[in-house]
Nanobody
Framework: QGRLQESGGGMVQAGGSLTLSCVHS????????MGWFRQTPGNQREWVAS????????FYSDSVKGRFIISRINAGQGMNLQMNNLKPEDTGIYYC??????????????WGQGTQVTVYS
């Protein structure tokens, strides 16, 4: 079935940028879409962005639209999340996710371990 592995988290000053990566490994990968979720302090996990592995069509939550860019890498075996103009409220654990059939938040059922992003003012 394989696994998802995130990388690229860290600490950055508000207004700065970070790029997260997620790569699938360990088996055939036929899921329809990949996405990013985050869990910010005191809140439930929320959807951030998702992308179709075949077409590259991307979708964003209102809170990150215009600042974050999701893209495919490694011929669809992974994805990046370029995060620009970061704000302290973007602080949280970012999870890579994969879904077999769609791009809605409820379609995602495979998860990475998460990577910490901390934005300080």
């Amino acid at each position: 079935q394989g696994r998802l592995q995130e990388s690229g988290g860290g600490m950055v000053q508000a207004g700065g940028s970070l790029t997260l990566s997620c790569v699938h490994s360990g088996g055939a990968y036929s899921d329809y879409g990949m996405g990013w979720f985050r869990q910010t302090p005191g809140n439930q996990r929320e959807w951030v962005a998702s992308i179709s592995r075949s077409s590259g069509n991307a979708f964003y939550s209102d809170s990150v639209k215009g600042r974050f860019i999701i893209s495919r890498i490694n011929a669809g075996q992974g994805m990046n999340l370029q995060m620009n103009n970061l704000k302290p409220e973007d602080t949280g654990i970012y999870y890579c996710a994969s879904g077999q059939y769609g791009l809605r938040p409820s379609d995602f059922n495979s998860w990475g371990q998460g990577t910490q992003v901390t934005v300080y003012s």
